[in-house]
C-alpha cells in the first residue's frame, strides 16, 4: 500500500518537474520570439527608412541631372545691343561708353568659360594655337609655342603700339573658340553655329563677317563680341548635353 503511494507521490513530483520545465521552456520561447519579433520590427523599419531616403536621393539625382552648371556660373544674356556674361556687358558704344573695368570682367568671364568646358576631362577638346590663363579681369592668352602673355584686357590709355597686345589676345580667344567650334562640328555633323568663324583677306580672324580686333568701329567690334557669346552660348549647350 505504502509503495503505490509513494509510486503515485512520484509520478506527480515527475509530472510537476516536467511541468514546471515546459512552462520554462514556453516562457524562453515567448521571450525569444518577442525579441525576434522586435528586431524584425526595426528592421522593417530601417528598411523603410532607406527606401524613403533612396528614393529621396533618386530625386535629387534627377533634378541634379538637369542642371546645367555652366549655364548657373557663366549666364549669358543680351541688353539691348550688349551681349553680357553675369551681367558685365561686353562692348563700348559711341553713344554708351562702357567703363574698361566692365568690359575687361565680362573678357575674363568669357576666357574662363571657354577655359573651362577646354579642361573638361570628359571631352578631347584642344586649343591648338593658343592657351587661356584666367586671372579675373586681368586675364591673359598665350600662343601655344610662346612664353609672352597678352593682356585681355585695356584700360583705355594711350598705348604707343596701340592695342596690338590686347588685339591678339582677343585673335588667341576666338581661335580658341574656333577650336572648340570644329570640336563641336565633329562631334555632330548636323552641329551649325549662328555665326561663322572666319580668316578674312588680311589673315585676321572674323565672326559673322566682322572683326574681333579692338579700335577701329565700336559698334562692328561690340556686335562681332555678341556674335562671339552667342557662339559659345552654343558650344557650352552643346557639351552640357552630350557630355
Known amino acids: 500500500m505504502l509503495s503505490r503511494r509513494a509510486a503515485a507521490l512520484a509520478l506527480r513530483g515527475t509530472r510537476r518537474l516536467q511541468a514546471t520545465r515546459v512552462e520554462e521552456c514556453r516562457s524562453r520561447w515567448s521571450l525569444s520570439l518577442h525579441a525576434s519579433l522586435q528586431r524584425r520590427s526595426a528592421a522593417a523599419e530601417r528598411l523603410r527608412s532607406l527606401g524613403s531616403r533612396l528614393r529621396a536621393a533618386g530625386a535629387l539625382h534627377g533634378s541634379l541631372q538637369g542642371l546645367n552648371v555652366l549655364n548657373d556660373a557663366f549666364f549669358v544674356w543680351h541688353c539691348g545691343k550688349f551681349a553680357t556674361v553675369n551681367g558685365f556687358r561686353l562692348g563700348r558704344l559711341t553713344a554708351c561708353?562702357?567703363?574698361?573695368?566692365?568690359?575687361?570682367?565680362?573678357?575674363?568671364?568669357?576666357?574662363?568659360?571657354l577655359a573651362t568646358i577646354g579642361d573638361n576631362p570628359r571631352n578631347d577638346l584642344v586649343f591648338s594655337q593658343y592657351r587661356i590663363v584666367p586671372m579675373g579681369s586681368f586675364t591673359k592668352i598665350a600662343k601655344n609655342d610662346e612664353t609672352k602673355e597678352y593682356p585681355l584686357y585695356n584700360d583705355g590709355s594711350y598705348k604707343?603700339?596701340?592695342?596690338?597686345?590686347?588685339?591678339?589676345?582677343?585673335?588667341?580667344?576666338?581661335?580658341?573658340?574656333?577650336?572648340?567650334?570644329?570640336?563641336?562640328?565633329?562631334?555632330?555633323?548636323?552641329?551649325?553655329?549662328?555665326?561663322?568663324?572666319?580668316?578674312?583677306?588680311?589673315?585676321?580672324m572674323t565672326i559673322?563677317?566682322?572683326?574681333?580686333?579692338?579700335?577701329?568701329?565700336?559698334e562692328d567690334w561690340t556686335r562681332a563680341l555678341k556674335y562671339f557669346l552667342t557662339n559659345l552660348k552654343w558650344v557650352v549647350a552643346f557639351l552640357s548635353k552630350h557630355a
Open 97 to 113: 561708353a562702357v567703363d574698361w573695368p566692365e568690359v575687361n570682367a565680362a573678357l575674363g568671364a568669357s576666357a574662363l568659360l
Open 160 to 204: 604707343l603700339l596701340g592695342n596690338r597686345g590686347f588685339n591678339v589676345a582677343l585673335k588667341g580667344l576666338l581661335v580658341c573658340l574656333s577650336d572648340a567650334s570644329q570640336y563641336v562640328a565633329e562631334q555632330d555633323r548636323t552641329m551649325q553655329l549662328p555665326f561663322a568663324i572666319a580668316v578674312d583677306g588680311r589673315n585676321d
Open 208 to 218: 559673322g563677317g566682322l572683326s574681333m580686333q579692338a579700335g577701329s568701329n565700336d
